[in-house]
């Protein structure tokens, strides 16, 4: 089945723009977006991996190996012909298994032959795509924190019953999850990259045009991709050249300290938001095909890279993204 | 009157084997007799597809495939077992006991519910109260049909010819009569508002006609979006609000509609829909947001039964289960020794070491609650400070999932103001308003916190109450003023709870600390704690180190 095109996505401009930064520069680490349910956040990350190129690999390897890498993963694979595969995208379900996310001993293998062989994970499978996890605040924290961990890192490393495996896993974390269901960890949610708020339209008139897509989309998703086809081609075509682009964007130190002044002004915690704002930054000038990094970029993604990592204060009630707007009129205004 | 309730599930089940996949299910409520009449029509209108019924405590393996490990003994190699969703594509999954329905389960089901859509899923609700199905499914199906008031069981729909479903087609009005009537009525998520299409265009297929017409509009708004309304339409004339005291049915053909734009029309449907209770819920507050979000009781509830986690080395015994697998899993790298050791050639050898047990989450949070005495001047000021208190506690629970509840003293008695919740949003909407003054009922108060606390022991939660107080009880059990059976009542009750072994704690919130409020820590067997000047932020700090450390009292 076709999956739902990412330009046809109405409105979650946000939303749209935090994902298109992750999938320019993937080592911003990972987007958390909050939200209500039924607001579209699988539909974006699906779609978006759906619009991406597909990807080579050594046919049959099980770890996603690049050509280039052939014989590099634990298996090692060996296969000297090569395939071609959609971007991979998993769905992390809620209460998955430590077993099933990092892998484990193949019981196949193991009773079959007794042999001790690793069967890759989740983690694994996601490899140069994106893992998505719905309702990441009610996942177990130990589990997150390993998701992360990988995540950031780039490589799982798997030390458990007798086995001794470490396999590339790069991939886009995407968690999505209810505040008013329980929250997640402050120490968690810092190291989230991105995040965004997703709201749920309220004019008729987007509501409409949501569901008219969705009509059209089930009746024939064939004829409704080719449609789109058009508008998902040039999205491509951006993300291609900010990936070309953001490896020698420079970054002006005037907009370095502009980012410094920023995170202290809202008291965002730590270090990582300062490095985010910048990635972010620079993430999306090279979305927009500029070659330098302005102000102006930096202000745009400042709620998303920040919003996550203010103090709260629980007796005020103003929202940490109204705090970072005002801290940017007071300074940049 | 509720025997419409059956005619509607009926017509329902009807729509849904129409078209399973878009409508994704029926979450039929209580029932008994009646939801058996339901599902028996919806057996014959979808009998030559697979029909599975999914065990409350399915495991990964059983779900979504696997080795079956017996088997695989048995036969000497690998057998791999179907899961019971790959069993089910095409056909039906119902689910007893839904509101038991563990999260990761719901997610799975969820999962491929948001792909192909494979299946049809029947969920059978027999929750009290509040205990409702995971939110992440009814959000993803179209029908949710209460049938516990249904009286009579004898129903004949109406005949029909259908057609299929493809062939009906939408039109832009049909889109944004349902678009606003969703607005209108405050449903947040957008998945209800395509299911409600796929039902006016189900509901037309049934009639055998090719377009939408404002019968099939209606039908859609009353089944599919009244359910899930979390408001009324802001600006609705009287007639609307009366409207729910009419019969669904009527509301079709109610003449004064006659004019209207189709969008009013379907709204009036839906509102005429919306059970009479609701409308009481909404305006007092209270009424759940059905469909997205708003909760936490029940997913803490669910939470409480165990999710399970790993599996680590030990023993089964003592009501911990072998783990078959894990242990599997643990023999087998020594097979090929061990069957040089034991010489021997036929069978996997398992060594007591390799035993491995199935571990449960307990998350049994702790319940914090609150028995706030807001007696007298200072009342306004004390809950406020609890107030605070709590909602920085709150905002801490995520933590250790723990959860708040707040009992007040005033007048001639206590009253539970918020029950035990997770949910910072719930507790500022129910705090907003706090009025305070009159005596000190202290023995209700500790009364109602004991019930409280026995009450979340009862669900596998630690209680912890905290009274907020000077000690000085000048209301009676019986509601009547006079210090000195005050002080008597208060001690017994005050012994009753040291009996239950609840721990507690007394902060004493006289201006100058005496030795009521000690003596009744002493009764309790509670920690005394003398905080004069408290704030919300010193309270909260107190009570959570006395919660970490009640054994030192």
Redesign the interface.
Known sequence: ?ARFPFSAIVAQHEMKLALLIAAVDPAIGGVMVFG?????K?TAARALAALLPPITMVDGCRYGCQPDERGTCPDPCTSAKSRRAPVPFV?L????????VIG??D??R???H?E?AFEPGLLAKAHRGFLYI??I??L?DHLVDLLLDVAASGESTVER??LSVRHRARFVLIGSG?P??????PQLLDRFGLSVEVR?????DT??A???R??AQ??DPDAFAEEWHAEDEKVLRRIARGQKLVAKLAVPDGILEDAARLCQAVRADGLRGELTLMRAARGLAALEGSRTGRRAHMVRVAPMALRHRLR?D??DETGSAARIERAVDELFG | MSDLALGEALLAARLLALAPVQLGGICLRGGGPAREVVLEALRGHLADVPWRRLPLGIDDESLLGGIDVAASLRARSPVVRRGLLAGAAGGVIVAPMAERLREHVAGCLAQVLDGAGAFALVLLDDGANDERPPAALLDRMAFDIDLSAVAALDHTPPPATAIPFDAVATDEAALSALAGTSVALGIESLRPVLCALAAARAHAALHGRTALAEDDLQAAARLVLAPRATRLPASEEPPAEQAPADTPGDATDEPILGDQPPQDLVLAAALAAIPPDLLARLSSGTARRAGSGGSAGRKTRSRLRGRPLGARAGMPRGGARLALVDTLRAAVPWQGLRRTEADDNARIVVHKADLRVRRFEQRAGAVTVFCVDASGSAAAARLGEAKGAIQLMLAQAYVERSEVALIALRGAGAEVLLPPTRSLTRARRELAALPGGGGTPLAAGIHAAHALAEAVAARGRTPFCVFLTDGKANVDANGSPGRSAATADAEAAARALARSACAAVVVDIAPHPGAEARKLAETMHARYLPLPLADARALERAVTAARRAPASA
């Open positions: 089945m209500d349910r039924g607001t579209g699988s769905d379900p809620l209460g998955a298994t430590e077993d099933r484990a001993l019981l196949e193991a009773l079959r007794g001790k719905d309702e605040n009610l177990e019953e007798g209810n008013e269901e329980g929250e997640l960890r749920t339209p309220e004019d008729i509501r409409v949501i569901m008219r969705c009509a089930e009746r709260r629980v007796l």
